[in-house]
């Protein structure tokens, strides 16, 4: 069967109906099972995989959190539909992560399921509703068949957010060009509250293209050809100084890094992964603190461990995992500027390196991120 995302298509970005019929044909075909929801746990969308899946069709508005029939925990016990995973990532406004279910469909049959919700917001933060992706575990629960599974469905939805950040990109310059010419030219002729709606399209707009630019991003990272080469990580670290140079010395802040070692690894990833973690440790240092950055590398028989700690506001540890989620912010997104993309992506660049990222913290004492790559990454 030819995949959807192999079909060329050419998108008029000023027909709004277009797109939203095309995205709405993609993940229709979509091989995963998916569906959605709004804001109160209505269901609102579901592809043929799920139907397949649930062994019926849910009722648009109607069914609440999700179309099965029945659900179980792994025990085999019910489990009330508030309880179930989308119900959850609603309530709590978070992503639900591997939390097995069981559902059973009307004629009895049970399916061992790996459900993803993940909650959706608007350009001002707020809850709109949550995507849901359902993996069929029943066949095998091996670790690597599974692994193998959720890494094709998250190849293509990577490539679905990709296709659909990319033909935002052109409406949203537009939106935001047109209120930047009524503010220019018709100022004199807009009132206190026309001059307020003004700013705040223009201000939603630009941060709505900076998320889109950083998922863009991240897709990029994770599906673009890798080019492993010998990487001076001592002339990252240099360059990544000299592109931050104005910020450096507008906060007084301080750098100092061990000499690093000579990787096989892709260079803009490791410029990427140095420039997000340093970059926030800049972004997010303490009132009348100078921010101090100290780098540090230590070799062990096994890994490399490259530290980046900071003296900043730092994080309660309850959240070190969390802050590595797509989308995910700890602080006021009015105090401080970004995308809650930064960090999934250094998570990202560190698996294709096949090492891992974790975060040491403590909330007004500062951050400390360890890389950890194994020791075959160090060039001869």
């Not at 099965?68 to 119900?87: D, F, H, T």
């Amino acid at each position: 069967m030819t995949s959807p995302f192999s079909i060329p298509v050419q998108l008029n970005a000023a027909n709004p109906g277009e797109m939203e019929s095309y995205y709405s044909k993609l993940l229709t075909n979509l091989p995963a099972a998916v569906y959605t929801c709004d804001a109160y746990g209505y269901v609102k969308f579901y592809n043929k995989a799920a139907v397949e899946l649930w062994g019926r069709e849910p009722e648009i508005g109607k069914d609440l959190w999700c179309g099965s029939w029945k659900i179980y925990n792994v025990e085999g016990l019910p489990l009330p539909l508030n309880q179930c995973p989308m119900a959850v990532a609603l309530r709590e406004k978070r992503a639900v992560l591997n939390e097995e279910i069981i559902i059973e469909k009307p004629g009895g049959e049970k399916r061992n399921i790996l459900p993803h919700p993940q909650p959706t917001f608007d350009a001002d933060g707020s809850i709109v509703g949550a995507v849901n992706m359902l993996v069929d575990i029943t066949e095998n629960k091996s670790i690597r068949e599974n692994n193998h599974k959720l890494k094709l469905y998250n190849e293509q939805l990577e490539q679905f957010a990709f296709a659909a950040s990319h033909d935002l990109q052109e409406p949203l310059r537009k939106i935001s060009a047109f209120a930047s010419l009524l503010l220019n030219k018709n100022y004199q002729g807009l009132d206190e509250s026309g001059l307020k709606y003004l700013n705040k399209i223009s201000e939603s707009s630009v941060r709505m293209m900076n998320l889109i630019s950083d998922l863009l991003a991240y897709t990029n990272e994770a599906n673009a050809k890798k080019q492993f080469v010998k990487t001076d990580l001592n002339e990252t670290i240099d360059n990544i100084k000299s592109d931050l140079e104005f910020l450096i010395f507008e906060k007084s802040a301080v750098i100092e890094a061990d000499t690093l070692p000579v990787i096989n690894a892709v260079p803009s990833q490791m410029n990427r992964l140095f420039y997000n973690l340093i970059n926030n440790s800049l972004k997010f240092s303490r009132d009348g603190v100078a921010p101090v950055v100290k780098i540090n590398y230590q070799r062990f028989s096994s890994y490399i461990k490259i530290i980046v700690r900071d003296n900043g506001i730092g994080f309660e540890q309850a959240y070190s995992e969390k802050i590595f989620d797509l989308f995910q912010r700890l602080n006021d997104k009015h105090s401080y500027k970004g995308s809650g993309i930064g960090l999934s992506l250094c998570k990202k660049i560190a698996e294709i390196h096949n090492g891992e990222i974790f975060a040491v913290s403590e909330d007004k004492k500062g951050a400390a991120f360890h890389i950890q790559l194994p020791v075959s990454v160090l060039a001869d």
